[in-house]
């Protein structure tokens, strides 16, 4: 069980993520460019990656580490593929 | 003893949720492609690594079970961010170009 | 003989700890597996490992790592009132960095290291012309910048890689 305190950190947490995910939605909304968006998709990434990392702290349970870190590798490699892309148009070189 | 640590863990559970706010603020605030890029390439970087600094310091001071597996996504997160920034700036320089300074 | 079964015997450990950790079960079981990727995963990539430069001074890496640490703990805190403050005291500018070092994975880990710490991003490296471009978000001095980077971050890391 969390204890009080903690208790609190993890709630002041998820509105603090909720409120940098709204924000990079907004970005990722408006752009204007294509790298732009891809930024923002990049950063959704990473802050999803706190969201379930928060929330295997709140259940207790080490289940969503693998989850997290498979995130964080599909999230690098699609940003990188997308960069690739905008650089040449060809991803396979 | 155990609420300094409980309180160590909540201290750097909400910095590391207010980093990644602020790194998503400058990605809506900031005028410039360029400028946008400073935020989350790096706020977001030291803000998971707070947060990640804080699973770790409960799994291991409170729950007493020395699994560090989070350290792996930091270490993977400081690895790539360098990477995605790169690429991310070389595109813009291919796509919107290059400011005047 | 060694050399030849562990070329990279620093990526060897981080390896075994990186499986320890993952695997999250200090058995037996799992450091036989972890030690054994270890020996493989750099003799099956040793193809494209080639050129790595060896660390000559192992406690100057350690204080480098502990002067970055600290470097983006402060210079975070720095970006971090300047993205809440008014927006005029952004100076954004590009700057072009001249490089000592021939050693493109020396190059890399500069530039890596200036990403990561906050306020400045390396756009491209050019090995060739030993250039680095990199984008600031507030450079008022911008000779100032580049002497810090050259001094703070290369100097160290071409003593630590001894070349």
């Given at each position: 069980m969390l204890s009080p305190i903690i208790a609190t950190a993890v709630t002041i947490t998820y509105a603090l993520l909720g409120l940098a995910i709204l924000l990079t939605l907004w970005r990722l909304w408006k752009g204007p460019a294509t790298v732009d968006r891809v930024l923002a998709l990049d950063t959704l990434g990473i802050n999803i990656i706190a969201v379930i990392l928060l929330i295997g702290l709140a259940l207790g349970t080490r289940l969503y580490l693998e989850a997290a870190l498979i995130l964080a590798m599909a999230g690098f490699i699609g940003t990188v593929a997308l960069g690739k892309y905008l650089l040449g148009g060809d991803i396979i070189e | 003893m155990t609420q300094v640590i409980e309180i160590t863990v909540a201290v750097l559970l909400v910095l590391g949720g207010a980093f990644i706010a602020i790194g998503a603020i400058a990605l809506v605030r900031m005028p410039d492609f360029y400028t946008r890029l400073h935020g989350p390439t790096k706020a977001t970087t030291l803000g998971m690594g707070a947060i990640i600094m804080a699973l770790i310091l409960h799994s291991v001071a409170?729950?007493?079970?020395?699994?560090?597996?989070e350290a792996a996504i930091s270490l993977f997160l400081f690895i790539t961010a360098p990477v995605v920034a790169h690429v991310l700036a070389k595109a813009a320089i291919r796509t919107i170009g290059r400011p005047k300074i | 003989m060694l050399r030849r079964l562990l070329p990279h015997p620093l990526l060897s450990i981080g390896i075994l700890l990186l499986w320890l950790v993952l695997a999250r079960a200090y058995t037996l079981n799992s450091l036989l597996f972890g030690l054994l990727l270890g020996v493989a995963l750099p003799l099956l990539t040793a193809a494209f490992l080639t050129d790595l430069p060896r660390v000559h001074k192992p406690l100057k890496a350690l204080l480098f790592f502990l002067i970055v640490c600290r470097d983006i703990i402060v210079a975070n805190w720095e970006v971090a009132l300047l993205v809440l403050?008014?927006?005029?005291?952004i100076e954004p500018r590009f700057v072009t960095v001249p490089l000592s070092t021939s050693d493109p994975f020396i190059a890399t880990l500069v530039g890596s290291v200036v990403s990561l710490t906050?306020?400045?991003?390396?756009v491209d490296i050019d090995m060739e012309q030993r250039l680095m471009l990199v984008h600031g978000?507030?450079?008022?001095d911008a000779a100032g910048t580049i002497a810090g980077i050259k001094a703070r971050y290369e100097a160290p890391l071409m003593e630590i890689f001894g070349c």
């Open positions: - | 409170i729950d007493g079970r020395l699994e560090p597996g | 403050g008014p927006l005029h005291r906050p306020g400045t991003v390396t978000l507030r450079i008022t």
